[in-house]
């Protein structure tokens, strides 16, 4: 089970956000990697990847966009937030099937 | 650059059948897990299936396993999802996506626009 906190935040722009995801089990494979995404979905679009393998910016991400964490514990943070960078956050475990989301953490701006 | 274009949706009664279509172009289609994503109205993605490149391994989430068939035909580049017996509860907006690992399912690095699946008398 996969959960997220806070479920909505408001933001000025500018300014710093985190969302927790927290795992019911640890994520970490037995090859060593850590099966946890973060995934962005705008209004009225399909979700976006962001971040592999904890803290892995997938390519055009910006690097204020940042992951970590390990085991059972992971945060997301962004480090000035823009008006772009509205919408539902989720996390996901892809240790293994069912591929399981968090809630997601809906982010708007003040 | 990586498309994935999903089609077949639309408004249909409980008990009957859909088939949905995602065409895939912008990569070697033949080399990669897909997987079919659904997000009911509201809620947070779910994951349906996944196929393996060569489509020997199918793995499907309970709720559909027995419902649903993914397919894939690699000489037109296209995933398919039949689902049979559709109930109420299959009304979401269904998305294709590609997972970047080539040997096991693992996540999603390109998500299609999605298509619409109703389900109501």
């Known amino acids: 089970v996969m959960t997220q906190t806070p479920l909505s935040l408001s933001v000025t722009p500018g300014q710093a956000a985190s969302i927790s995801c927290k795992s019911s089990e640890s994520l970490l494979q037995s090859g060593g990697r850590t099966c946890l995404y973060w995934y962005l979905q705008k209004p009225g679009q399909s979700p976006q990847l962001l971040i592999y393998?904890?803290?892995r910016r997938f390519s055009g991400v910006p690097d204020r966009f940042s992951g970590s964490g390990s085991g059972t514990d992971f945060t997301l943070k962004i480090s000035r937030v823009e008006a772009e960078d509205v919408g539902v956050y989720y996390c996901?475990?892809?240790?293994?099937?069912?591929?399981?989301f968090g809630p997601g953490t809906k982010v708007d701006i003040e | 650059q990586v498309q994935l274009v999903e089609s077949g949706g639309g408004v249909v009664q409980p008990g009957t059948s859909l088939r949905l279509s995602c065409a895939a172009s912008?990569?070697?289609?033949?080399?990669?897990?897909v997987h079919w994503v659904r997000q009911a109205p509201g809620k947070g993605p779910e994951w349906v299936a996944v196929?393996?490149?060569?489509?020997?391994?199918?793995f499907y989430t309970d709720s559909v396993r027995g419902r649903f068939t993914i397919s894939r035909d690699n000489s037109k580049s296209t995933l398919y999802l039949e689902m049979n017996n559709l109930r109420t509860e299959d009304t979401a907006l269904y998305f294709c996506a590609r997972d970047p690992i080539l040997d096991r399912p693992d996540y999603f690095d390109y998500w299609g626009q999605g298509t619409l699946v109703t389900v109501s008398s």
């Open positions: 996901m475990q892809g240790l293994h099937l069912p591929f399981t």
């Open positions: 393998e904890v803290s």
């Open positions: 912008g990569f070697i289609f033949t080399d990669y897990v």
């Open positions: 196929m393996s490149p060569n489509g020997d391994i199918k």
